[in-house]
């Protein structure tokens, strides 16, 4: 836990996983596994990226990787009700 990438992405992850928590208890699930296993990867992806010193692509994918949750796990959905 050395870089800001480390504490960016953990905190990306962790959210990832309560949301997963919170959801897989309803009645009927409405996200599939699978686009978690892609945003925890690109949280990885990202990381690497950073820690290597690759700040723009780590930038650019950080930016990717919430844009991606944002459109397929919808995690503010819930807010606008």
């Given at each position: 836990m050395q870089?800001?990438?480390?504490?960016?992405?953990?905190?990306?992850?962790a959210g990832l996983v309560v949301l997963f928590l919170q959801r897989s208890s309803a009645e009927e699930?409405?996200?599939r596994l699978l686009h978690y296993l892609i945003a925890?990867?690109?949280c990885a992806t990202v990381n690497y990226l950073g820690n290597e010193g690759m700040?723009?692509?780590a930038i650019i994918g950080l930016l990717g990787v919430l844009i991606f949750i944002q459109m397929t796990l919808k995690p503010l959905s819930a807010w606008t009700r």
């Open positions: 870089t800001v990438y480390d504490w960016v992405t953990l905190a990306i992850f699930p409405r996200d925890g990867a690109g700040h723009l692509l």
